[in-house]
């Protein structure tokens, strides 16, 4: 299998039409074996599902796509993961380990801005703050700890006061690198200005956390049509196949008239989030 990723300094370029690398990945037995960084030879929105089929391209991953485009790598027999964003090797790594969601075509233009300022993504598009995620890059995180290794703990709760995670009850502070894109948006941004030794309380909004539910990601399906499905009961959670046979956890959102739907969208999606965080110690 060989999977491209668009590409630049690292990062899942986030419009594939005016991508000018891929980063392609070489997989064997599910697993990454080899990887080299490929031009785009002037190449724009369809005419890159040519240059992929020439080149063997099994996958593609990418941020922002248009339909166009999705239907020229359909012809060409790539399978499509958009709506990916981050460093390019975790996102090729995700979808190997089934953990990235396909938005599908989440851009209508083929320029860098929405007309009449209407959101077009059918991927997680927050508030005009937040931006949309899937047709842009994600905010551009500033700080004096951006690029540096720090170490937190932390507790998240809801507003209700009900606590979802803790590293303190773990024992175990989180170590990430401040900016790098692996954590959500709104942790990164306040731990990039703190001092070490110093606690901050902060609130934040769906496009700051994990975004908004996409609602194209409930998935219903005949009963009849899923061996095995009918004994699933709501908030259980399974793992349903790509067409491309790569598998992805889902939650089971209902069950009624003979049809299971199933929630592909972040159990955090949607959810006003509140962290508690303190800076243990900047790593160098």
Known sequence: MRIAVTYENGEVFQHFGHTEQFKVYNVEDGNIVSAEVIGTDGSGHEALADLLHDRAIDVLICGGIGGGA??????AG???????????????????RGELINTGANCDHHDEEHADGEHSCGGSCGSEEGGCQGCRPRATVVGKNVGRTCRVHYRGTFDDGTQFDSSYDRGEPLE???GAGT????????????DVGQTVQIHLMPFEAYGDEDPRAFIPVKIEELPGSENLSVGEQVYLQTAG????????????????????????????LNFTIELLEIVD
């Open 70 to 75: 999705q239907a020229a790598l359909e012809e």
């Open 78 to 96: 790539i399978e499509l993961c958009a709506g990916a964003s981050g460093s390019a090797d975790k996102a090729a790594a995700a979808y190997l």
């Open 176 to 178: 990430f690198v401040c």
């Open 183 to 194: 954590m959500i948006l709104g942790f990164d941004s306040a731990v990039a200005d703190m």
């Open 245 to 272: 046979g790569q598998p992805f956890k889902v939650r089971v959102e209902s069950v009624e008239d003979g049809v299971i739907t199933f929630n592909a969208n972040h159990e955090m999606a949607g959810k006003e």
